[in-house]
């Protein structure tokens, strides 16, 4: 009896504690909990770096670390955000280029807060210093039990890498996709149960550009994937509706082989830009039988989630990174190892930036470029009026936004004149995905340098390369591109 009751006691005094305590951090400034929020983020961070340098396999071990990463980039994302509130425009700026037409501004959102306690709006001042009481909760409460996982990380075993700071790599990695990548490792190592024709197949399904080629090439680069399967095959192709048996093995790559395994285990991976017909799915499952051995694997990646039908697993959804992600990711490839808030100008711009595009990893590496060239604010609020008319421009001219952020229209910021016909509206017609041993020649003027220098001695028609990528699967992204002629109105 005694025991219970002070059990009982002990969860009464628990939670008048938590009360207190909750009652005391309401009462924090906005710079207290600013504060706060920047050293856990710190240990938030020394975390997550651990984290990442380790092979970690359990499945609720790498989604922990996937929701710490979450929450980290919120945590900075808000951080940011609240620092470019010390920025200074003029008015002149602020007309010019319509820097503050946007409803989307984040730093905008947080401008308003013009000293730790004194607010302009209550409504969204309020509001967004509950968001950072609330961040700040949350990082506190996975801060509670960080010992018991950090002891739990330092059981898997280290991958080792030359060291070399986030900014140097961050460009020649996987970024924000490491929770699928060991949900695809795991399904592929999983035994399959004894019977003549088992083998599983996963469905990795999301729209255009947003990395399921990428993701399946760092998976089947795994030493374990390798040293798990004697050969690796890969299929690219609009459908299977015209593949038979024998046509389908002539047509795939070979991306690995080794006789070392001993085994005679196969992963097939198909890569399709349509939907999966069933009945040539049927016919290729059926005729796979007898050449693949139990034990091996089918991939197949599409843009229709219709396709995560024919699974015998659940299917992996690839979708853009979040916007805190987004935001991690291009101030990386902007500012590289330079202090954000050195420039809290330009920071807030490329906030805008960030979200004007959508998740786009080409969009961010193009941009970036750009912007690294010229840090000037005034070039950067050129580029943010540009990406903004490109985006509605191309809406209100199709319906909608690109779902694979290759829009029709484009406009060049280089300088035009008053009064001229200048070719700088081109339109970009078909675009194009080539592995870096597809023959032809890549073209010499990018994308880059079609939005920022004259168009003058031109031709009317060429291919444009939109971006060469520096991860595997090393694809380049090609446009046909055509100039549309127009008379210049305004002096930009």
Known sequence: MEAVISAVLGEIVSRAISIVAEKWREQTTAEEDLQRLRQLLLRISTV???????????????????????QMFRGYYLLDTFRCKERKIDHDEVRRFSFAQSK????????????????????????SIKELKQAALVLESMVVDMKEFV?????YPRIYRQPCATYLFLDKCMFGRQMEREQAISFLLQAEPPGYGNFGVLPIVGPGLVGKSTLVEHVCCDE???NHFSLILLYSGNDLKDETASTFRDHCVIKHQSIASGEERLLVVIELLNDVDEGAWKRLLHTSKRYMAHGSKIIITGRS????????????KLKCLSKEAYWHFF????????????????????????????????????????????????FWCRVLRQVREFTRKNTLAFGQYPEDHMSRYAWSIAKTHQGSVDRNLFLLRDSYQKGPTAGGEVPRITLVDLLSRSSSGMPPKFEVLGWRSLIPPFYIYTTDCEFVRHKSTTTT
Do not use: Y
């Open 224 to 226: 374990r994937v390798r």
């Open 151 to 155: 002891m739990l990380l330092m059981s």
């Open 104 to 127: 989307f501004n984040p730093a905008k959102r947080f401008c308003r807060l013009v000293s730790n306690t004194q607010i302009e709006s209550p409504l969204i001042g309020r509001e």
């Open 331 to 378: 101030k990386m490839l902007v500012f590289g190892s330079t202090d954000p808030m050195e420039h809290p100008k330009l920071t807030s711009i490329a906030m805008e930036l960030a979200l004007e595009m959508r998740g786009s990893f080409i969009s961010a590496n193009c941009v970036a470029v750009l912007l690294r060239g010229n840090l000037s604010a005034w």
């Open 48 to 70: 997550v770096e651990e984290a990442e340098g380790r092979r970690v396999e359990n499945r609720v071990m790498v989604r922990h670390i996937s929701t710490m990463k979450e």
């Open 305 to 316: 989630e219709k396709m995560a039908r024919v699974g015998t697993t659940e299917a992996i």
